[in-house]
């Protein structure tokens, strides 16, 4: 089950967090794998760790948020590997802040990445899947998507819309055979999240380290391999019935927070 071999998956953000985890047991289940990463030393570790595995990958450096940028190495990618099969929209940058203190600078860099640089790559990759006969997206979104969460005023706006445009590709595109889900986590274990709390809690990071943990019911934050998992199935032809939906992966965030 969950066979990707002789699939081509593009993976952005593939160089740290979830996307790194998704890249990595993509290419250990049989896929050729094109990371796509604003840090492209990141992005050659991933590469360096598949290759290590036996794996295949190559890695571009990408900002998502540039459009001409992204569609000229979603070119490269198609007329090097032949066709594009899976695309995960794993890039994304976060923010803290409330509608008062977010700043219209604050705003655009969020819609620039979250959004605009979501849409940048599914519009690169759609005219192929519709050329080839299909395909599966996958995007990240959040459970902030559909739950108001303090101080992420901008951020939850992102991937409301990250959601909202799983749910109109999905439906555009049915008659394509192209499906498109996401996936929407908690809080994550990643060095993100680490960074997050060295910087504005610092001598405090164990303490708010258990109480981010302890926000989600299961009383831990979630693995990105737990979340690569998840992936992997919905990238598979085993969930080739599966279309329009999105999938929180939270601890219990979302129904059994009391």
Do not use: W
């Amino acid at each position: 089950m969950f066979d990707l071999q002789r699939k081509t998956a593009i993976i952005t953000g593939g160089g740290s967090g979830i996307g790194k985890a998704v890249a990595e047991l993509f290419a250990a289940r049989g896929a050729e794998i094109f990371v796509l990463d604003l840090n492209k030393s990141a992005a050659d570790e991933t590469v360096k760790l598949i290759a290590g595995s036996a794996g295949k990958a190559t890695a571009f450096a990408t900002d998502v948020s540039d459009q001409a940028g992204v569609n000229k190495v979603v070119s490269s990618i198609s007329k090097d590997a032949g066709r594009i099969d899976i695309l995960v929209n794993s890039a994304g940058i976060s923010h803290i802040g409330k509608l008062e203190n977010t700043s219209e600078e604050d705003f655009n860099r969020i819609f620039q990445v979250n959004i605009k640089g979501v849409y940048n790559v599914m519009h690169a990759v759609i005219q192929y899947m519709k050329s080839q006969g299909g395909g599966v997206i996958l995007n990240l979104a959040s459970v902030a998507a559909s739950l108001g969460i303090n101080d992420r005023f901008a951020y939850s706006m992102s991937k409301g819309a990250v959601l909202s445009m799983t749910l109109s590709v999905a439906k555009d595109y049915l008659n394509e055979n192209i499906r498109c889900n996401c996936i929407s986590p908690a809080r994550v274990h990643t060095a993100f999240v680490d960074g997050f709390l060295a910087k504005n809690y610092p001598g405090k990071e164990k303490e708010m380290f258990e109480k981010l943990s302890n926000s989600q019911p299961i009383g831990r934050m979630g693995k990105p391999n737990e979340i690569a998992a998840l992936a992997l199935y919905l990238c598979s032809d085993e969930a080739s019935f599966v279309t329009g939906c999105d999938y929180p992966i939270d601890g219990g965030f979302t129904r059994l927070n009391s």
